[in-house]
């Protein structure tokens, strides 16, 4: 074999072993998805924004990880009735698929906060998510966290967040709070008045960290099998 020869064939070997060892590492990463579902009756304010945020981070943690926000605004969800819950669905009918998609890691609720505690379209919400439980709990083990919005920094944003952390035990989902620095019961924000969170630098930096702890967890868990 002359020179020419062997270059050519180890440059071909070359090649061969670093497509292998690029797709071992693409097989390693499954891809993550993580929704963010906004109970505001109001479409694309603050609690929306307070998603976003944290839907930025979880992205910011590993290229696989993709991310969707879901207004329930408009939707017209109406009140659970046990009796006949199919009635009621209204705008929740479309989002059981979209929800128990195995693809689907992580779930952030966010929720404005009306006199101490969610909004009644988030209780709608939570209340129609029976439907995951007859569906063998389809929801069980994907990872969840809270994002609340008050009109101040003690608006009840924590009592918020911990009702819909009962809600969501109930279906066998991992419940994640925002992670260090902070590491409280979730992402807690201030609406200043004028629709904007814009100027909340600590409710920010909670929404930072826990979007981010949502990526990490979902990630460790899809990629043990768990």
């Not at 981070?57 to 659970?80: C, K």
């Not at 705008?91 to 966010?110: C, E, K, M, R």
């Not at 006199?115 to 919400?125: D, V």
């Not at 100027?199 to 930072?208: H, Q, R, W």
Request: with cysteine; aromatic share 4%.
């Amino acid at each position: 074999m002359n020179r020419r020869e062997f270059l050519a064939t180890s440059l071909a070997a070359g090649t061969t072993g670093s497509a292998t060892s690029m797709a071992a590492v693409s097989g390693d990463r499954k891809a993550v998805k993580i929704i963010g579902v906004s109970c505001s009756p109001r479409k694309g304010k603050t609690t929306a924004a307070a998603l976003n945020i944290c839907l930025e981070a979880a992205q910011a943690v590993d290229p696989s990880v993709t991310t969707e926000l879901i207004e329930l605004a408009g939707r017209n969800i109406g009140i659970f009735d046990p009796a006949n819950p199919k009635a009621t669905q209204g705008g929740f009918a479309d989002l059981i698929p979209v929800l128990s998609d195995p693809g689907v890691a992580g779930i952030i609720v966010g929720t404005p906060v009306y006199f101490g505690n969610m909004t009644s379209l988030c209780k709608a919400f939570l209340d129609h998510c029976m439907a995951f439980r007859q569906q063998k709990f389809a929801l069980g083990n994907k990872v969840a966290g809270i994002v609340a919005v008050g009109a101040a920094r003690n608006g009840g944003q924590e009592l918020a967040i911990q009702s819909v952390h009962a809600a969501l035990l109930c279906q066998e989902m991992v419940i994640i709070g925002d992670g260090r620095p902070t590491a409280h019961f979730g992402a807690t924000l201030v609406n200043d008045g004028k629709d904007s969170i814009a100027s909340d630098e600590f409710g920010i930096s909670t929404a930072k960290n826990l979007g981010r702890r949502i990526a990490e967890v979902a990630l460790k868990l899809v990629r043990t099998g768990s």
